[in-house]
Each structure stands twice: as C-alpha cells, then as structure tokens.
C-alpha cells in the first residue's frame, strides 16, 4: 500500500484512535477558524469543522499521495455547543448542566484523499451521574477538565462520572473509529 496518512490534528487522543486502528500516519497542522456561522446547526458545524480540517492538512502536506483525515467532536445540550471551560466558574456551570442528565456528543470525521472528500458523523448520548459540589470541585483539581471540550474526558478521571452511553466511546473521546473504517473501506484505501 503505497499511501500517505496525515492526521490534520495535534490531539493526543486523536492519534491515539488512530494508531489503535493500525495505522501508520504524520500529524500535519490544520488551523482553521473554528467559529460557527449565524444560526448554524450543531451537526452542520462539527461536519463543517471536520472538512475545513481535511483541507487545510491536505493544503500544508504537499503530498499528492496524502491521506488526510481530520475529525471535531462537540458537546451539545439541547442544541447548545458546550465548549472548552474558559473559567473555573464556567466549568462548574456546565457540570451542573451535565448533572444527572443527558447530552449529545456529536463527532465528525473527514477524509480527503485528493480525489474526493467524504465525511460521516456519529451522535452519542451521554448521561452523567448526580455531581456533587464536591465531586465537581474535586475533577477540576485533578486539572484534567481544563482543555477538554464540555469539560471532561471520558477516557480520563471523567469516566467515573458517566452513568450511560449510548453510542460510541471513541466518538466521545475524539474520533469515531467505525466510521472512519466505513469510510477508508468505502474509499478504496485498504486496496
């Protein structure tokens, strides 16, 4: 197989999937603006981020015989994006909001191979457990919320919070390795 894979992301978890896929592959820098357009929906934009990704890493590899894949995960809560805690005092918001309730993970992957662009995109249900003041006071100090996108890593401390799932672990985690496989198979990468 005489193919290039680029991952367009310089997230841990994100290589960490892939390698646990088989895959040998080189980061390439993707930064895009990662702003969502007025009255963009939830799932257009994580699918919107996931392709602008694709782009830019295949715009930065200059190699014909790239194969880049790039991927966005968002939290969202009744259609409104949960992002990465600003604040100790905006991460205790959203714990609250987590609390004992459910909410979506919406992760999408983008492939673009030079010849087409495709893309798919996997929505998780999530529900936390009741948090006490002092649980959510206890995880920010473990400092592990701090970059994580709705505050928590459930491949991390933040597993213990989590109740049920209904969906993909590796899609919450940062990328949907099934996917990803449907879309590599469906692209003739494996030939």
Known sequence: MNKHIYLASSSPRRAQLLSQMGLDFNVVAADIDEVPQPNERV???????ALEKARAGRQNTLDPKAWVIAGDTLLAIKGEVIGKPKSK???????????????EVLSAVAL????????????????FNALSAQDIDDYWNT?????????????????????????????VMGLPIFELNQLLTESRFYE
């Not at 799932?43 to 981020?49: A, E």
């Not at 673009?112 to 529900?127: F, P, S, Y």
Request: include cysteine; proline fraction near 1%.
């Open 112 to 127: 673009d191979n030079g010849i087409q662009e495709v893309w798919a995109l996997n929505c998780t249900r999530v529900k």
């Open 43 to 49: 799932d257009d934009f994580v699918v919107r981020m």
């Open 89 to 103: 005092a905006d991460f205790c918001l959203t714990m609250q909001m987590l609390s004992g309730s459910w909410h």
């Open 143 to 171: 400092g592990e919320p701090k970059d994580k996108a709705g505050g928590y890593a459930i491949q991390g401390i933040g597993a213990k919070y989590i109740a049920r799932l209904e969906g993909s672990y590796s899609a």
